[in-house]
């Protein structure tokens, strides 16, 4: 939601910039402040699901890496105490 709100002020920014340089004034055509409001919400409402989607992504990625990070460990321990203790009983 926040992203939506900014991404309309930065169309609105945007428009008014944009009257600015062309030496216009600033609230020339409004609805075109409008329409640059509703393509930025637009915008930052797509750029916020995409972020949260990769940061989903990511943290799903970093869940199972961890896991297998963990099976290993743990296979590896147990060859190790296999060895300590093949050793320990040996003649």
Request: proline share 3%.
């Amino acid at each position: 939601m926040v992203n939506a709100w900014v991404g309309a002020a930065i169309g609105l920014a945007a428009q008014i910039v944009t009257n600015g340089a062309r030496l216009l004034p600033l609230s020339r055509r409004p609805w075109e402040h409008l329409a640059a409001m509703g393509l930025g919400a637009y915008i930052g409402k797509i750029w916020g699901e995409y972020q949260r989607d990769k940061i989903e992504r990511k943290e799903y990625r970093l869940r199972r890496e961890l896991e297998n990070t963990r099976r290993e460990n743990r296979m590896r321990l147990q060859q190790e105490e296999g060895l300590q203790n093949g050793a320990t009983h040996s003649p």
